[in-house]
């Protein structure tokens, strides 16, 4: 199971280098979140805005923030 907890964070769409960049990885790079690192465990899935997204990225920031870069379920994406 899993736990499902609401937390603040800053929302972005990705710049173009970095949405071509995983699309040739088959990639569907959707948002990247800065997220407190008190706030963030761990966690592989995002619910944002009702739709579940998975993380493929993340980078520890040195103010204490995650920036998370999520993208769509490849089970309901490829690059065909």
Known sequence: GYEEREIFC?????YQKEFFDAY???IKAQWYMIVSSFD???EE????????YN???KYPQQDD???LY???DV????SD
């Open 70 to 72: 999520l993208r769509e």
């Open 65 to 67: 923030t995650w920036e």
């Open 40 to 42: 963030y465990n761990g």
């Open 55 to 57: 993380l493929y990225r």
């Open 45 to 52: 899935i995002v619910k944002y805005n009702g739709q579940y």
């Open 24 to 26: 040739q990885s088959g």
């Open 10 to 14: 800053r929302v972005g769409g990705v």
């Open 75 to 78: 089970g309901t994406w490829n």
